[in-house]
């Protein structure tokens, strides 16, 4: 039986804020280091990102957290400001129900009076760049005394980056009695002696992975950006069109979006996952078993030990936590002596997971180029040429011959003729759904590999700033000037964080810094423009037109 964020004695508020999250279970990380930060020892956990860290140090964090106390009471110290703005919201996620917990991420780069301003009101939770940390300590803007956990994420990232004394110096400022805590990928030299020389008698934490026998599956990946992933999604259940198809999320929320946009386009998809009762579970696989139901959306925990020997095709819609789980999906197909393929969806910090993946199961996973618009036209044109050549054999179009002869009376030529009747069929049938959507190609959609560390948050905006739909534009009467001012007005955004705005005759584009990017579509979708209410939503990149993640249009007649 798989330990559950209950059995770790977490208070009603935490555990709310984790479902309301769609977390189903703790990762292998959290289940181990969360009872351990509770008792307040000190610990070395070995964690990469993407393996759920932050919530492992973020959630006994917030439990440790004194109410009525003001004073900051957890430090953590991160290598990179997004990472910092990462770390902040994920605590705040957790926080949600607890009132009065107050985290504040501060970085450089940002103005330092307005984390002065913060810090003042009172904040118990402070995630931090070393820099400027130092720079609040100096300032005695931040004062540490009472500080009970003192977190180092992705200490390794840290030293190579040259923080080692940056971080000793923040330490000396620490309480003796803190509770010290350093999460890294890696277990190097110089990160167990400074363990030694900092901590008292830390626990070391690695998630310990069995030897498991890896499936013989035809496993690939895409690299897409996480906004594709439902288009790239429905292309590959059009091109592949296998029988069965079990896809993968982390989140119990994922799996039910996922399911509701997958059956508003037409596919027969159900979900499953720990808030079903047994009988529901039971009836929905009574369904995929005898093929009612062709996509099953699934958590790990829900999907474990499912035996259902046609399933063709497993995905990855989200990285797996934990490398074990990865053997676990994929061995959900190539069952009984059956042929099964693996694909895996990776986008941006994905990637490591991927990385991790391949040396644990000591296999190459290859990367394949992103299904194109081309290639679901041919499918489709091999389906449909061979439904023609089906219905001409079996003689039923005959019964419709005089309506061609009508036309051919006409002068109108057969291929006119023929061409209009199955334009007409198409359309009906939704078929060619796809060539509407006027996806660039898909080389164009992400920047190279490269770049793209650069970019954390890519959104199709110059660097460092996002890119806004919004869904009113020229014929609307709206100017440059009247997004602008709708921002200014509605957000706590700066001019100065407001970049190119494009007004086109439907819609329109504004780019803000990523920072106030969340927050400005929260605000613009509720306000209006020249009276007119908006719909915002962050844009595709700069190539794809602006549509709606999903259309509701049936794939099936
Ligand atoms: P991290 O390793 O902290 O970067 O987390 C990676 C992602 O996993 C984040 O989006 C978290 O919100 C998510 N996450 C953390 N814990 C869990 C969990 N127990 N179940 C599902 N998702 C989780």
Request: charged share 30%; proline share 4%; hydrophobic share 35%.
């Amino acid at each position: 039986m798989e330990l559950s964020f209950k059995d770790l004695h977490l208070s009603e508020e935490v555990l709310r804020a984790i479902e309301e999250m769609g977390f189903e279970e703790p990762s292998p990380i959290q289940a181990q280091t969360i009872p351990l930060m509770l008792e307040g020892v000190d610990l070395i956990g070995q964690a990469q990102t993407g393996t759920g860290k932050t919530a492992a140090f973020g959630i006994p964090i917030i439990e440790r957290v004194l109410l009525k106390d003001e004073a900051v009471q957890a430090l953590v110290l991160c290598p990179t400001r997004e990472l910092c703005i990462q770390v902040a919201e994920e605590i705040s996620r957790l926080a949600k129900f607890k009132r009065n917990v107050r985290v504040l991420p501060i970085y450089g780069g940002q103005p330092i009076e307005r984390q002065i301003r913060t810090l003042k009101k009172g904040v118990q939770i402070v995630v931090g760049t070393p820099g400027r940390v130092i720079d609040h300590i100096e300032r005695r803007t931040l004062k540490l005394g009472g500080v009970k956990t003192f977190v180092l994420d992705e200490a390794d990232e840290m030293f190579d980056m040259g923080f080692r004394e940056d971080i000793e110096l923040v330490i000396g400022h620490l309480p003796e009695t803190v509770q010290k805590t350093f999460y890294s990928a890696t277990m190097a030299r110089e990160i167990m002696d400074f363990a030694t020389k900092y901590q008292d008698d830390p626990k070391i934490i690695r998630v310990v992975k069995k030897e498991m026998t890896v499936p013989k599956v035809d496993q690939f990946y895409y690299d897409l950006d996480s906004h594709m992933k439902p288009e790239i999604l429905t292309r590959v259940l059009d091109i592949y069109n296998p029988n069965l198809t079990i896809v993968f999320c982390n989140t119990k929320k994922m799996v039910d979006e996922l399911t509701e946009g997958l059956v508003d386009k037409g596919y027969f998809a159900e979900a499953l996952h720990g808030d079903l009762k047994q009988t529901q579970r039971d009836q929905v696989m009574n369904k995929f078993r005898k093929s009612k139901v062709d996509v099953l959306v699934a958590t790990d925990v829900a999907a474990r030990g499912i035996d259902v020997d046609e399933v063709d095709m497993v995905i990855n819609y989200d990285m797996p936590q934990d490398d074990e789980y990865y053997v676990h999906r994929i061995g959900r197909t190539a069952r009984a002596g059956r042929e099964g393929t693996a694909i895996s969806f990776v986008s941006g910090r994905e990637y490591y997971k991927l990385r991790d993946i391949q040396k644990y199961t000591k296999t190459k996973i290859l990367r394949k180029e992103l299904p194109t618009i081309h290639e679901i036209r041919r499918t489709q044109d091999i389906k449909h040429l061979d439904m023609l050549r089906d219905a001409i054999e079996k003689g039923e179009a005959k019964k419709l011959e005089h309506l061609v002869n009508v036309l051919l009376e006409e002068d109108r030529s057969p291929v006119d003729i023929a061409s209009a009747a199955l334009w007409l069929y198409a359309k009906e049938k939704g078929i060619g759904k796809h060539q509407e959507l006027d996806y660039v190609d898909n080389d164009k959609v992400r920047p190279p590999r490269d770049n793209r560390r650069k970019l954390p948050f890519d959104k199709g905006g110059k660097w460092g700033y996002a890119r806004i739909f919004l869904s009113v534009g020229r014929l609307d009467g709206i100017s440059e000037r009247h997004v602008l001012s709708a921002i200014l007005n509605s957000t706590h955004a700066q001019k100065a964080e407001v970049g190119k705005i494009d007004i086109y005759d439907k819609y329109s584009f504004v780019e803000v810094k990523e920072r106030v990017s969340k927050d400005a579509v929260q605000a613009l979708n509720k306000s209006k423009i020249k009276g007119i209410e908006v719909s915002a939503e962050l844009a595709k990149p700069r190539m794809a037109k602006p549509k709606k993640r999903w259309h509701s249009e049936p794939r099936r007649g």
